[in-house]
């Protein structure tokens, strides 16, 4: 039986204190997907449209909340106790949608800028790497400039299981998933190759293509 399935829900505390609900993206979280990108600062949206963007479009909206779960997964992190006036806070998202093969697929994490430094990345990958095993996934790729020499520097260090082609000047690299449990502790420094990939993206070390950008816009 699976653990991530439309009656999960998770209760956590981040490091800070802030109480949070994590559960399946649905229909109806459309206004709150909205809201919480307008809040996004230029940078985090730059990073995920490697160009400028102030909202979603309804298309986008209905391609990243009408889903099925199985082939395109999404988890959202919505701050408990709301704003104080009944109005629900969306504080992450995590997502993958799996290839053509179904044991690869895309992955992608978006945390709000006021949540960023508690854990909540951390946590959301966790649970998307668990929820991708439960639907047969067993590695996540992402793909970067191939003339990105640090990056292929640091995978060597990091994942030397790794996959990577080349082709065009883009770098695909597949990292296996890593053997965690749906209800996963968070540690303060998780290892593994995909938790490093995380770091990097985080500190801007990584020249994403534009594949990124059709991720979200497909």
């Known amino acids: ?18 109480p949070v609900r994590i559960r399946l993206l649905a229909p109806e979280d459309k206004v709150l997907l909205a809201s919480g990108f307008s809040k996004l ?15 979603l479009d309804e298309h986008e909206l209905r391609y990243l909340t009408e889903i099925d779960h199985e082939d395109h997964f999404a988890l959202g ?8 006036h009944g109005e629900p806070i969306g504080l992450g998202i995590a997502r993958f949608i799996k290839l053509t093969d179904g044991k690869t697929a895309e992955a992608a994490i978006v945390v709000a800028d006021e949540a960023q430094g508690r854990g909540l990345g951390r946590l959301l990958l966790l649970r998307l790497c668990a929820a991708a095993a439960e639907r047969g996934v067993e590695r996540f790729r992402c793909e970067v400039l191939g003339s990105n020499t640090a990056m292929a520097g640091l995978l060597a260090q990091i994942s030397p299981e790794r996959t990577i082609e080349v082709e065009d000047g883009v770098m695909s690299i597949d ?32 020249d994403w293509t534009a594949s990124v950008k059709k991720f979200w816009r497909r």
Do not use: C, W
């Open 1 to 18: 039986m699976r653990h991530f399935t439309t009656d999960y829900v998770e209760r956590v505390t981040l490091r800070d204190g802030t």
């Open 41 to 55: 600062s230029a940078e985090s949206r730059y990073a995920r449209f490697l160009g400028p963007k102030t909202a």
């Open 77 to 84: 992190a919505i701050r408990e106790e709301g704003d104080g």
């Open 175 to 206: 990292l296996p998933l890593p053997n965690v449990t749906p209800a996963e502790p968070l540690v303060e420094n998780p290892q593994g190759p995909v938790y490093e990939m995380l770091r990097a993206a985080a500190q801007n070390l990584i």
